[in-house]
């Protein structure tokens, strides 16, 4: 037997994503501790793309992080800072949010239609963790817009996209693209709009990438705290094996 046949296998990407995964702690940023090292995350992640112009605080947040319907995660791998993504739900009964303005023509229409939307916005990723975990941010990130959606029994998932990250949601989510890029201030480069129509898309979705999945008692800690107790929430799945 060669040497490298009795080499181990490199582990795969589901592999390395569950371990990642392990390590993962997700929290609502509420202190004010906490928020602003979001807020500099943010700005920093954001700076780094060019994606808004300098500012003395070197902070980046805005009205909508203080909304009752709002809630900015922080995202912590190895107990450090390594990501944010804020949620937004929005209903009837709640209907702002920060894709509401930009994409009035098509977001007004679903809320009058009665749908729950999971509006996930600033998603920002610590650069060491990004090149420590390569390719795995994105699957840890959104993954909490995943858990809100199965705590809120949303009806639709928003992402408010540039051109170059609309391959990620259409391969990894079936998002389909319903505006082109639009001015999105007080972002220097326009965004389009995606969405996903959770409800039917769902279970696709959860066997191709399983590390979507979670269970009642994960989205509980993370979104009753700040939420208060969804009166949606799905009952809990049954528990299924991990697959590659």
Wanted: with cysteine; proline share 9%; glycine share 4%.
């Amino acid at each position: 037997m060669s040497v490298a046949a009795l080499a181990p296998s490199a582990p795969s990407f589901s592999e390395r994503l569950f371990s990642a995964l392990e390590k993962v702690d997700y929290r609502a940023a509420v202190s004010e501790a906490d928020r602003d090292a979001v807020f500099r995350l943010r700005y920093d992640a954001y700076e780094r793309e060019r994606a808004v112009g300098p500012t003395p605080t070197r902070r980046l947040s805005d009205r909508y992080d203080d909304l009752a319907n709002t809630m900015v995660t922080s995202i912590h791998l190895d107990g450090a800072l390594a990501a944010t993504i804020r949620i937004s739900v929005m209903t009837p009964e709640q209907p702002d949010g920060p894709d509401g303005p930009p994409f009035a023509d098509v977001v007004d229409p679903m809320l009058a239609a009665g749908k729950v939307l999971i509006d996930p916005t600033r998603h920002a990723t610590d650069e060491g963790f990004s090149n420590a975990y390569p390719g795995l941010m994105p699957y840890l990130t959104t993954r909490v817009a995943w858990m809100a959606a199965e705590y809120f029994d949303a009806d639709v998932i928003l992402a408010s996209v540039r051109t170059e990250h609309q391959a990620f949601y259409r391969r990894v989510f079936g998002c389909v693209l319903i505006c082109e890029p639009r001015p999105y201030p007080p972002l220097t480069k326009p965004l389009s709009l995606m969405m996903l129509d959770f409800k039917a898309a769902r279970e696709k979705v959860l066997q191709r990438y399983p590390s979507f999945r979670s269970t009642a008692f994960e989205r509980r800690m993370l979104f009753e705290p700040f939420y208060g107790a969804a009166k949606r929430e799905l009952p809990a799945e049954p528990a299924m094996a991990r697959s590659a």
